[in-house]
RNA sequence: CGGGGUAUGGCGCAGCCUGGUAGCGCGCCUGCUUUGGGAGCAGGAAGUCGGGAGUUCGAAUCUCUCUACCCCGACCA
């Protein structure tokens, strides 16, 4: 490919729009265009990269047996209905009518398309297990799209289902599904940890997630000493204290505290340590409506955070967790937000396993601008109901034993979930075993972000000149920059590298454009392209190439005359 | 949806407080020079100042309103 023939607008400044260093990355090397909110154009340089990681899982979806179909994104309310998620689906789900008042929906993802085909073409357990892939455009209406594609509303999914008699067969699915996870993250060239998951609003028994490791990550993930443990923090346990909370020493007490509502407040103005405040969180009780609105109190030690999954495990919460609102909360509780307590408090509370082993703590006193402190359980306010409430922090022990737990961040590449028969019960989906017996078909679905998985990649192979592309997903192999244009020699021996490598089926991005030379090596380290062999008239004096690998700093002179086998050598071990 | 912010040539920004001629850098076009890490000089083109309404002799600037986009929170590949 010639440069001058590429459309690729790079940006020399970082983009107003961007703030994380992958959608920076993208938009200044002209992989992509903004066109709406969490809507974008990919260029031709970014469908490159999109293409070659689509192949990866393409062919890795094929090693294992998957075949490629492709549905509708359109999808009709019909369906929906059956499986119950027209209801419990948010206003994620983009839905609209069409001409004859008809009701559809934006496919956010597949499960209800898929087994509708399968109900009706499979009968028989003779026909399992099947596994049908896509790789295929979503849409969900994020409340907030953000950083680039990263979390973008449009976007690319590879979606796999496989269909299985009896659990034994699931389970060799999911594994062999699992082990083309890590071939494909491991080929896309990115460093990603494997942990247990919530399995949120698509349901099913057992879940794993890949994440990618970055600061950036919206994922927070509990990792043990030994390896034995990873999960989202989101499935942590954390557990009943042993022992009975210190005795107290302090009288309970009222104090004046304007002002302050939060407890990061209370260690600012008072010098109060975090862990000896509490803190109280109103969400909506599992028996509320609109007209008669019931709240719960959720009572954490201060420095800790809730853990929403587990909260909407409670049976006295409602589902979705919803925090009840500053006016629901004046209403009922006769003071707003901010200085609420468990002492007197009108409506019930669970508390986090962690605060029976409070004494003298702080709390909110259920009236503006004051608390309570030196508040101590039994004698001052009975101890709540307790349940496993908040998110482990790092340093904690692991449930594995396996030494203590580090948390850190990812960014949620693929999930792969056991569905069970959640969708085959629904939607009838159901298959004749060899006694005759009729059973519902076992599901497990898998998914890959593909727009994601590229801005991770770039999240982990950057420098501050650009991006670093692992050779798989490189939009190109090799850049050949010719130094300078004019001269007749360098030319023909760049066209003939060219030319011999391209032949060899290396894809080459050769940089015949009329700019100078530091445009050219700023615009190649921008693009990330693994090599970049510069054609001059002073290396091929020495009859030699200098080639520079874009993650190292120095370039070398190799031979003109093995230039081809060296270039091939290096590519394969990149 | 709650909170915060931004909107001015293609891109990045200043100007707004204190109303009066629309400016800078990059990019773009022409010419000359230059030619290994985002060149120099000279000349040039390009802006409904996000939309609408209002105040005023006069609005990028003040007021109201709408819209879009970004950031922080609840959602997920």
């Known amino acids: 490919m010639l440069a001058t023939k590429l459309f690729f607008p790079t940006l020399k400044e970082d983009p107003a729009e961007a703030t994380l260093i992958s959608h920076k990355l993208m938009i200044r090397s002209g992989m992509i265009r903004q066109v709406a909110s969490g809507i974008y154009n990919w260029l031709p340089l970014g469908l490159r990269v999109f293409q070659k990681t689509e192949n990866i899982v393409r062919q890795e979806m094929n090693n294992i047996g998957g075949m490629e179909v492709m549905m509708p994104c359109v999808q009709p309310i019909e369906l929906w209905e059956e499986s119950g998620r027209w209801n419990d689906y948010g206003p994620e789900l983009l839905r609209f009518t069409d001409r004859h008042n008809r009701e559809f929906c934006m496919g956010p993802t597949h499960e209800e398309v898929v087994t509708d085909i399968v109900r009706k073409e499979i009968s028989s357990h003779k026909e399992l297990p099947l596994t049908l892939y896509q790789i295929h455009t979503k849409f969900r209406d994020e409340i907030r799209p953000r950083f680039g594609v990263m979390r973008g509303r449009e976007f690319t999914m590879k979606d796999a289902y496989s269909f299985n008699l009896d659990e034994a067969s699931l389970h060799e699915s999911y594994s062999d599904m699992r082990n083309a996870y890590i071939n494909i993250f ?177 709390c909110g006193s259920n009236q503006n601008d004051k608390h309570y402190k030196g508040v101590n359980w039994g004698r001052d306010c009975p101890l709540p109901k307790l349940a496993d409430l908040r998110n482990i922090t790092s340093g904690e022990p692991s449930p594995s034993g396996g030494g203590n737990l580090t948390v850190r961040r990812g960014i949620e590449v693929g999930h792969i979930f056991k569905l069970g028969d959640k969708y085959s019960q629904s939607m009838n989906s159901f298959v004749t075993d060899d006694k005759g017996e009729k059973f519902p078909i076992l599901m ?12 991770a990649c770039i999240e982990q192979n950057h420098d501050d000149k650009g991006i670093i592309w692992p050779r798989e997903v490189a939009p190109f192999a090799v850049t050949i920059i010719p130094l300078p244009l004019n001269d007749s020699e360098v030319m023909t021996k760049a066209k003939q590298l060219y030319d011999s490598l391209t032949a060899e089926g290396i894809e080459v991005l050769f940089d015949d454009r009329d700019l100078r030379a530091g445009n050219k090596f700023n615009n190649c380290d921008l693009l990330g392209i693994p090599l970049r062999i510069v054609v001059s008239s002073k290396s091929l004096q020495q009859k030699g190439l200098e080639l520079k690998e874009r993650a190292k700093d120095d370039p070398e002179i190799i031979p003109l005359d093995n230039a081809m086998n060296i270039i091939k050598d290096k590519l394969a071990s990149y």
């Open 186 to 362: 491991n080929r896309v060239g990115v460093e990603f940890k494997i942990v247990d998951a919530d399995s949120g609003s698509i349901g099913g028994s057992s879940s794993e997630e890949f994440n990618v490791l970055a600061d950036s990550g919206e994922n927070a993930l509990a990792l043990s000493e030994d390896g034995s443990y990873a999960a989202n923090v989101e499935l942590v346990p954390t557990f009943k204290l042993e022992n009975p909370p210190p005795s107290p020493t302090m009288e309970m007490e009222l104090i004046d505290t304007p002002g302050i509502y939060t407890v990061a407040g209370l260690e600012d103005k008072i010098g109060l340590p975090a862990f000896q405040g509490t803190k109280i969180m109103l969400v909506h009780a599992a028996d509320w409506t609109k007209e008669k609105p019931s709240l719960i109190g959720l009572l954490l030690r201060g420095d800790r955070s809730l853990n929403y999954v587990k909260a909407e495990g409670l049976d006295e919460v409602k589902v979705p967790l919803t925090m009840a609102s500053r006016e629901e909360v004046t209403d009922i509780v006769g003071c707003p937000p901010g200085s609420i307590g468990p002492v007197n408090l009108k409506i019930p509370v669970i508390g986090d396993y962690e605060i029976a082993g409070l004494s003298d703590f702080v």
């Open 444 to 455: 497990g679905c898998y998914g890959i972000g593909i727009d994601r998985v590229m801005a």
